[in-house]
């Protein structure tokens, strides 16, 4: 599954009063900041990504490779040239996983906005989670049937019979044997409304927890409680 969302980075620079190692370049203070869009084109926070990485001109030396944990992950230095820097996006996946854009800094208007696209490549139920936030998820949206399910069982219409939130943390800790058997009471025990995506390219399985008829639901938690992965 590929899910595109489009970002924003914002670049804001002006003058100041600091002595430049070129005369004719004026030192500038600048800040870079990065946003994710919806449908429409409105700011989001990024918390799609865990920590965004800016890599600067070689020159900055030590601060060459600066990097952020929080939205809207503002780079912020001052100097007198421009360059093209590259930007490490990690995502909620596991280690080692990102997405790489790059941005023109220049210095010709005081603001200035650019639109990328990034593709999120088989995204964890985490991750999907995050993105359903700022637009539809491919195949997902065109499924009737897991439409359906996903009214049905939207978590702020419904009140969850058991803690999915905690669920879905446990299951991406259980060993290999166990997990294994998890997926296998999913295949036996889903209806035509659970939400599932077996993609063997990968190796990766994904379910919507809230799209789990109750007994299923009551079945996992019960065995996960049993093999202590949940402290209910």
């Excluded at 939205?71 to 997405?99: H, R, V, Y």
């Excluded at 359903?132 to 996903?150: M, W, Y």
Aim: charged residues 30%; negative net charge.
């Amino acid at each position: 599954m590929h899910v595109e969302r489009n970002i924003k980075l914002v670049t804001e620079q002006h003058n100041i009063p600091k002595p430049s190692p070129m005369p004719e370049f004026p030192m500038k203070e600048w800040s870079v900041k990065i946003y994710i869009l919806d449908k429409d084109g409105n700011e989001h926070p990024a918390n799609c990504f865990t920590k965004v990485t800016y890599n600067l001109h070689p020159s900055f030396e030590e601060k060459t490779h600066q990097t952020f944990v929080d939205p809207p992950f503002i780079c912020q230095n001052e100097g007198w040239g421009e360059f093209e820097m590259s930007i490490d996006l990690f995502t909620t996946e596991k280690a080692g996983s990102k997405t790489t854009v790059y941005h023109d800094l220049n210095f010709q208007s005081p603001k200035y906005e650019v639109v990328q696209a990034v593709t999120f490549k088989n995204p964890s139920q985490a991750l999907l989670s995050i993105l359903r936030e700022t637009g539809s998820i491919p195949n997902e949206d065109d499924n009737k049937s897991a439409a359906k399910a996903r009214k049905a069982n939207d978590p702020k219409k419904k009140k969850p019979v058991y803690d999915f939130e905690k669920m879905a943390d446990a299951m991406t800790k259980l060993q290999e044997d166990d997990l294994l058997q998890v997926i296998q009471m999913i295949h036996d025990h889903k209806t035509d409304d659970t939400y599932t995506k077996n993609d063997i390219d990968n190796g990766e399985f994904t379910v919507d927890l809230y799209t789990l008829p109750d007994h299923l639901s009551k079945m996992i938690w019960d065995f996960m409680v049993d093999i202590k992965a949940i402290v209910p």
